[in-house]
């Protein structure tokens, strides 16, 4: 699970058994969140985080769109 950004608290990361579609998991205590980046940036599922929180996360991914979908190329090779 590599980490790609630690921002305010919440922790952007990849499963390695994931593949595609391309998204990045967050997380902030017992909270987590999955967002599909590709073809369009798409919460596929929230658990416990309020909307405003949501709002913050999407801003950090949209903020951070381009490190994140490298890393993604980085971690698994394409």
């Known amino acids: 699970m590599p980490t790609v950004l630690y921002i305010n608290g919440f922790r952007f990361f990849f499963w390695m058994n994931e593949r ?3 998204r990045i998991h967050v997380e902030k205590g017992k ?3 999955r967002v599909v980046l590709v ?3 798409v919460v596929s599922y929230n658990h416990g985080f309020k909307k405003n929180e949501m709002r ?3 801003d950090i991914i949209v ?3 381009e ?5 993604w190329h ?5």
């Open 20 to 22: 595609e579609p391309i």
């Open 67 to 71: 490190k994140i979908i490298q890393n």
């Open 63 to 65: 903020c951070n769109y």
């Open 31 to 33: 909270r987590n969140a």
């Open 56 to 58: 913050v996360i999407l």
């Open 39 to 41: 073809p369009e940036i």
């Open 74 to 78: 980085d971690a698994f090779n394409k």
